[in-house]
Nanobody, 127 residues
Framework: QVLLVESGGGLVQAGDSLRLSCAASGRTFTNYGVAWFRQAPEKEREFVAAISRSAITYYADSVKGRFTISRDTAKITVTLQMNSLKPEDTATYYC?????????????????????WGQGTQVTVSS
């Protein structure tokens, strides 16, 4: 069992930046692909960004060029740097992880790919 813990959410104004972090309790992300999803009220959960075991990154079109996903060299934390935030970025952001598997690029975008989920952290962007 992998326990994921997110941190870094908050209330900001449009144009501001936030940095979200995800850590796996008691282990590193060495053998995991990790993603961020988000869910706004009354909307379905949607893919935001992912980083594979080999550090290949994937982004939703809506955040490309504004958000950056990265992993520290010790593979303890995965970070989502969010710049130029917009009110439509308001959502609960979830970290998700999948242990090593033979995944294709498109698999990283799918909710069903991930075995472990964090509790979520709220991001609110005011206009």
């Amino acid at each position: 069992q992998v326990l994921l813990v997110e941190s870094g959410g908050g209330l900001v104004q449009a144009g501001d930046s936030l940095r979200l972090s995800c850590a796996a309790s008691g282990r590193t992300f060495t053998n995991y692909g990790v993603a961020w999803f988000r869910q706004a009220p009354e909307k379905e959960r949607e893919f935001v960004a992912a980083i594979s075991r080999s550090a290949i990154t994937y982004y939703a079109d809506s955040v490309k060029g504004r958000f950056t996903i990265s992993r520290d060299t010790a593979k303890i934390t995965v970070t989502l740097q969010m710049n130029s935030l917009k009110p439509e970025d308001t959502a609960t952001y979830y970290c998700a992880a999948v242990e090593w598997a033979n995944l294709s690029g498109s698999d990283y975008y799918r909710i069903q790919t991930y075995d472990y989920w964090g509790q979520g952290t709220q991001v609110t962007v005011s206009s």
